[in-house]
Protein backbone atom coordinates (compact mmCIF):
# COMPACT_ATOMS: atom_id res chain seq x y z
CA UNK A 1 0.00 0.00 0.00
CA UNK A 2 1.56 3.59 -0.50
CA UNK A 3 2.82 5.81 2.12
CA UNK A 4 -0.30 7.43 4.04
CA UNK A 5 1.50 10.54 3.83
CA UNK A 6 3.14 12.25 0.53
CA UNK A 7 5.13 15.15 0.88
CA UNK A 8 5.36 18.30 -0.74
CA UNK A 9 7.35 21.24 -1.71
CA UNK A 10 5.06 24.25 -0.88
CA UNK A 11 5.95 27.42 -2.76
CA UNK A 12 8.21 28.95 0.12
CA UNK A 13 10.10 25.87 0.20
CA UNK A 14 8.68 24.18 3.07
CA UNK A 15 8.31 20.56 3.45
CA UNK A 16 4.16 19.44 4.65
CA UNK A 17 3.18 16.38 5.32
CA UNK A 18 -0.24 16.31 3.64
CA UNK A 19 -2.38 12.82 4.51
CA UNK A 20 -4.01 11.24 1.06
CA UNK A 21 -7.72 9.89 0.37
CA UNK A 22 -8.05 5.91 2.11
CA UNK A 23 -11.17 5.92 -0.37
CA UNK A 24 -8.99 7.10 -3.81
CA UNK A 25 -5.93 4.42 -2.87
CA UNK A 26 -8.15 1.70 -2.12
CA UNK A 27 -10.12 2.62 -5.69
CA UNK A 28 -6.93 3.04 -7.54
CA UNK A 29 -5.73 -0.47 -6.42
CA UNK A 30 -9.05 -2.15 -7.36
CA UNK A 31 -9.07 -0.77 -10.84
CA UNK A 32 -5.24 -1.74 -11.05
CA UNK A 33 -5.79 -5.43 -9.83
CA UNK A 34 -8.96 -5.72 -12.06
CA UNK A 35 -6.90 -4.51 -14.95
CA UNK A 36 -4.48 -7.24 -14.56
CA UNK A 37 -4.83 -9.64 -17.09
CA UNK A 38 -4.09 -12.53 -14.55
CA UNK A 39 -7.43 -11.36 -13.14
CA UNK A 40 -9.17 -11.68 -16.34
CA UNK A 41 -7.94 -15.22 -17.05
CA UNK A 42 -8.88 -16.43 -13.52
CA UNK A 43 -12.39 -15.23 -13.80
CA UNK A 44 -12.67 -16.68 -17.31
CA UNK A 45 -11.14 -20.06 -15.74
CA UNK A 46 -13.97 -19.94 -12.58
CA UNK A 47 -16.92 -18.76 -14.87
CA UNK A 48 -16.12 -22.12 -17.34
CA UNK A 49 -15.25 -24.41 -14.74
CA UNK A 50 -18.66 -23.17 -12.95
CA UNK A 51 -20.71 -23.78 -16.28
CA UNK A 52 -19.14 -27.08 -16.61
CA UNK A 53 -20.04 -28.58 -12.88
CA UNK A 54 -23.42 -26.75 -13.54
CA UNK A 55 -24.25 -28.68 -16.60
CA UNK A 56 -22.89 -31.84 -14.42
CA UNK A 57 -25.22 -30.84 -11.74
CA UNK A 58 -28.61 -30.45 -14.15
CA UNK A 59 -27.56 -33.80 -15.56
CA UNK A 60 -27.18 -35.71 -12.13
CA UNK A 61 -30.73 -34.31 -11.50
CA UNK A 62 -32.17 -35.45 -14.65
CA UNK A 63 -30.67 -38.68 -14.85
CA UNK A 64 -32.17 -39.40 -11.13
CA UNK A 65 -35.27 -38.39 -11.70
CA UNK A 66 -35.47 -40.52 -14.78
CA UNK A 67 -33.95 -43.89 -12.17
CA UNK A 68 -37.09 -42.48 -9.96
CA UNK A 69 -39.73 -42.75 -12.66
CA UNK A 70 -38.50 -45.86 -13.69
CA UNK A 71 -39.08 -47.58 -10.47
CA UNK A 72 -42.29 -45.73 -9.74
CA UNK A 73 -43.14 -47.38 -13.10
CA UNK A 74 -41.58 -50.74 -12.83
CA UNK A 75 -43.01 -50.81 -8.84
CA UNK A 76 -46.55 -50.24 -10.60
CA UNK A 77 -46.21 -52.88 -13.46
CA UNK A 78 -45.35 -55.39 -11.07
CA UNK A 79 -48.10 -54.56 -8.71
CA UNK A 80 -50.84 -54.66 -12.00
CA UNK A 81 -49.66 -58.14 -13.19
CA UNK A 82 -49.55 -58.96 -9.66
CA UNK A 83 -53.11 -58.23 -9.22
CA UNK A 84 -54.65 -58.98 -12.68
CA UNK A 85 -52.88 -62.68 -11.45
CA UNK A 86 -54.91 -62.58 -7.86
CA UNK A 87 -57.96 -61.62 -9.74
CA UNK A 88 -58.43 -64.27 -12.30
CA UNK A 89 -57.13 -67.01 -9.44
CA UNK A 90 -60.20 -65.34 -7.34
CA UNK A 91 -62.72 -65.73 -10.13
CA UNK A 92 -61.76 -69.02 -11.43
CA UNK A 93 -60.57 -70.94 -8.11
CA UNK A 94 -62.63 -69.79 -5.22
CA UNK A 95 -60.20 -70.87 -2.69
CA UNK A 96 -60.72 -71.09 1.10
CA UNK A 97 -59.45 -68.32 3.35
CA UNK A 98 -56.09 -70.93 4.46
CA UNK A 99 -55.42 -71.41 0.75
CA UNK A 100 -56.44 -67.43 0.25
CA UNK A 101 -53.90 -66.23 2.70
CA UNK A 102 -50.87 -68.69 1.56
CA UNK A 103 -51.46 -67.46 -2.57
CA UNK A 104 -51.29 -63.89 -0.91
CA UNK A 105 -48.04 -63.84 0.60
CA UNK A 106 -46.82 -66.08 -2.37
CA UNK A 107 -48.29 -63.67 -4.89
CA UNK A 108 -46.90 -60.50 -2.70
CA UNK A 109 -43.27 -62.14 -2.22
CA UNK A 110 -43.25 -63.21 -6.36
CA UNK A 111 -41.74 -59.84 -7.54
CA UNK A 112 -38.92 -60.10 -4.90
CA UNK A 113 -37.97 -64.01 -6.04
CA UNK A 114 -37.89 -62.81 -9.48
CA UNK A 115 -35.11 -60.27 -8.39
CA UNK A 116 -33.63 -62.80 -6.66
CA UNK A 117 -33.23 -64.98 -9.51
CA UNK A 118 -32.59 -62.22 -12.03
CA UNK A 119 -29.82 -61.21 -9.35
CA UNK A 120 -28.16 -64.83 -9.02
CA UNK A 121 -28.47 -65.26 -13.17
CA UNK A 122 -26.60 -61.93 -13.50
CA UNK A 123 -24.10 -63.13 -11.18
CA UNK A 124 -23.59 -66.41 -12.88
CA UNK A 125 -23.13 -64.77 -15.90
CA UNK A 126 -20.73 -61.63 -15.30
CA UNK A 127 -18.81 -62.73 -12.76
CA UNK A 128 -18.77 -66.34 -12.82
CA UNK A 129 -19.89 -67.28 -9.00
CA UNK A 130 -22.91 -69.28 -8.42
CA UNK A 131 -25.05 -68.81 -5.32
CA UNK A 132 -25.92 -71.82 -3.40
CA UNK A 133 -29.20 -71.97 -1.49
CA UNK A 134 -28.94 -70.81 1.97
CA UNK A 135 -31.93 -73.05 3.78
CA UNK A 136 -32.33 -76.92 2.85
CA UNK A 137 -35.74 -75.92 2.52
CA UNK A 138 -35.07 -73.64 -0.94
CA UNK A 139 -33.28 -76.57 -2.29
CA UNK A 140 -36.85 -78.86 -2.35
CA UNK A 141 -38.70 -75.92 -2.73
CA UNK A 142 -36.37 -74.24 -6.13
CA UNK A 143 -37.12 -78.29 -7.29
CA UNK A 144 -40.49 -78.61 -6.86
CA UNK A 145 -40.98 -75.17 -8.64
CA UNK A 146 -38.56 -75.25 -11.60
CA UNK A 147 -40.11 -73.85 -14.93
CA UNK A 148 -42.39 -72.09 -12.53
CA UNK A 149 -41.85 -68.55 -12.89
CA UNK A 150 -45.02 -66.56 -12.00
CA UNK A 151 -47.99 -66.75 -9.63
CA UNK A 152 -50.60 -68.01 -11.87
CA UNK A 153 -48.06 -71.23 -12.75
CA UNK A 154 -48.01 -71.70 -8.75
CA UNK A 155 -51.82 -71.37 -8.28
CA UNK A 156 -52.37 -73.71 -11.61
CA UNK A 157 -50.04 -76.16 -9.80
CA UNK A 158 -51.78 -76.37 -6.52
CA UNK A 159 -55.08 -78.56 -6.08
CA UNK A 160 -57.63 -77.00 -4.11
CA UNK A 161 -60.86 -78.15 -3.25
CA UNK A 162 -63.95 -76.08 -3.37
CA UNK A 163 -67.68 -75.89 -2.32
CA UNK A 164 -69.19 -78.96 -3.33
CA UNK A 165 -66.20 -80.52 -5.09
CA UNK A 166 -63.82 -83.28 -3.77
CA UNK A 167 -60.47 -83.71 -3.26
Known amino acids: MKSASLTMAASSGEVSSLSTNPIFEQATELWATLSDPCTALTYKNAASRTWVLLRQIVRLIFLLTLLAVVVVVWIWSVGFQSG??????????????????????????WPFKVTVDWSK???????????????????????????????????????????????
Request: hydrophobic share 30%; charged share 20%.
Open 84 to 109: RAFRSWLNTEEPTPTLLLQKTADILL
Open 121 to 167: KQIKEQLGIELKPLWPAQLETSKLNAGQDSPQAISSSTPTSGPGQSK
